[in-house]
């Protein structure tokens, strides 16, 4: 099996195989950024920390890309002949609400609310040979 | 307070114009513009350009005379001619200045709007975000108005019709780029770009140019038997809790976007209400933004868009024109003079000059709506 990697690891980590988002945490305000930034939107703070998020959480707005990124800055797929449509949305997670991709892209298969989980989706194959992946939420059956 | 009149305009229609430099098209317009006010370039005693991706505006003085006048770049994004007009106006609200000119041009490459700057921060690594195909406007705008739509019982069918009416305006203006008029049929039926938004209900980022003359009023009638006055204009920025465009994550405490801010302190400033507005031209950067966008400038509650487009209220003819000009969807979005070409479709409307889509009844009032990335929105009230 190739060797999988994350895009960037200031945002997407993974251990074991499983992923996981990381963002930051005001400690004066708590509020939660994503990713981590060098000072609070919310109360101008600048004590932050970086904070694991929760991998699971509720779909709260999409809609599916139809048309190829242009390229840069997309990494992955392009080609119109090969580019297969992507969801991408908003999930609330419990701490903040994340923009990510989604792994279904069929409209009639998507609705607010329903539950997501985090994944690791495959956006190209480097000069390596590895596998760089970025993080997409799934609909939990 | 010196209170400011507008008493030239001046523009260069939208469009494709190869081997046209950007510029070039910001200089026709201020040559337009000084014309219409019976002056000239070197009257001007100051100047505000905006530009997104066609050169410094100042730099422009170098094909319109070498005046030494003071000349101010601005740069907000698509709010960019709105900034130049707001700028312009404090000027000569302040009584630094009588006479200059808001200056707004571009030129933008083919295709949705794309950076090769990293949107949020990659801390020495890969471009994590636009990367995995997330920094794209299309994108954000259909997933805003997916969950409008949702909230608030907004159909596909009112999507298009707003569409369908910014081609029927454009078809009815000179300037305008898309001069074909589509129907609700046909906006439905062309290529799914971003659910639900079709590749008819977007605005394509263009080309063109605007300017126009502003005076202290009390000298406008100088210049110009109809002048028209600009009774605010004013530019907000986002507060934490609204959702902007390429946000790659939101706080869950929800809050209103920079054009309600923005809005609110227009009609205070101009001491009108939405009621009295006869005539409105408002960002539609797609058919969703300008549905959206009616509610966040007061003119109904959220939902009652679906029975006003229905109801063709908001048609040239209707209760509530908006974007006659046909709006970005027809016009184009040249970043820098969209903001500018709002206000120079108004001023028209309100001289009584705008042709084939003339509002009847003699419109008094009027307000131009622009909104711009990362979240930034200006808004002008104009009177008779």
Redesign the interface.
């Known amino acids: 099996m190739t060797k999988q990697i994350s895009?960037?690891?200031?945002?997407?980590n993974i251990s074991d195989g499983k992923p996981y988002l990381v963002?930051g945490k005001c400690l004066d305000c708590e509020?939660?950024?994503?990713?981590i930034?060098p000072g609070c939107?919310?109360c101008a703070g600048t004590r932050i920390e970086k904070a694991k998020l929760g991998d699971q959480g509720k779909l709260?707005?999409?809609?599916?890309?139809?048309?190829p990124?242009?390229s840069?800055?997309?990494?992955?797929e392009n080609d119109p002949e090969k580019f297969k449509s992507?969801g991408?949305?908003?999930v609330?997670l419990p701490e903040?609400?994340?923009?990510?991709?989604l792994t279904e892209n069929e409209?009639a298969k998507l609705s607010?609310g329903m539950n997501m989980e985090l994944k690791l989706e495959h956006?190209y194959t480097n000069g390596e040979g590895e596998e760089?992946m970025?993080?997409a939420f799934s609909p939990i059956d | 307070m010196n209170d400011v009149a507008i008493v030239g305009i001046g523009m260069h229609p939208f469009g494709r114009h190869d081997g046209v430099t950007g510029m070039e098209q910001g200089a026709v317009a201020v040559r337009e513009a000084c014309k219409d006010a019976g002056l000239k370039w070197n009257d001007m005693e100051f100047a505000v350009g905006g530009s997104a991706a066609a050169g410094n505006p100042d730099k422009m003085v170098s094909m319109l005379g070498l005046t030494g006048l003071q000349f101010t770049n601005v740069a907000n994004g698509c709010a960019t001619g709105g900034t130049a007009l707001a700028t312009a106006y404090n000027a000569i609200t302040s009584g630094v200045y009588d006479l200059g000119i808001a200056i707004g041009f571009d030129k933008h490459p083919r295709g949705a709007f794309a950076s090769n700057e990293p949107v949020h921060p990659v801390d020495g690594g890969l471009d994590w975000y636009g990367g995995s195909g997330m920094a794209i406007n299309p994108q954000f705008f259909s997933i805003k108005i997916n969950r409008y739509m949702n909230k608030f019982g907004i159909s596909h069918k009112t999507l298009a019709l707003v569409a369908a009416k910014a081609t029927r305006n454009g078809s009815l203006n000179p300037m305008a780029w898309r001069k074909q008029a589509f129907t609700t049929e046909e906006v439905l039926q062309s290529k799914m770009l971003a659910y639900p938004l079709t590749q008819y209900m977007f605005c394509s980022p263009g080309e063109g140019g605007v300017a126009m003359v502003l005076c202290k009023a009390k000298h406008a009638k100088k210049y110009t038997d109809k002048p028209i006055f600009l009774k605010a204009a004013v530019m907000r920025s986002r507060r934490f809790g609204s959702f902007e465009v390429k946000s790659s994550w939101l706080p869950k405490e929800e809050n209103v976007g920079p054009t309600v801010d923005a809005s609110l302190a227009a009609y205070e400033k101009a001491g009108v209400g939405p009621q009295d507005v006869d005539v409105a031209q408002l960002q539609d950067t797609e058919s969703g933004a300008e549905i959206m966008h009616m509610a966040e400038n007061g003119f109904c509650e959220d939902g009652e868009q679906e029975e006003m487009l229905q109801k063709g209220e908001t048609e040239i003819n209707g209760r509530l024109p908006i974007n006659t000009d046909g709006g970005c969807i027809a016009n184009g979005e040249p970043i820098g003079a969209s903001g500018l070409r709002q206000v120079y479709e108004n001023v028209l409307q309100l001289r009584g000059q705008a042709g084939a889509r003339q509002v009847p009844n003699d419109p008094k009032i009027a307000y131009t709506h622009v909104y711009g990335a990362p979240g930034i929105s200006g808004v002008t009230i104009l009177s008779s």
């Open positions: 895009i960037n690891e200031f945002v997407l963002g509020n939660y950024t994503f990713p930034m939107p919310k709260w707005a999409w809609t599916v890309q139809g048309f990124p242009k840069p800055p997309y990494l992955g992507f991408v949305g908003y609330e903040v609400i994340v923009e990510t991709r409209p607010e956006l760089v970025t993080y």
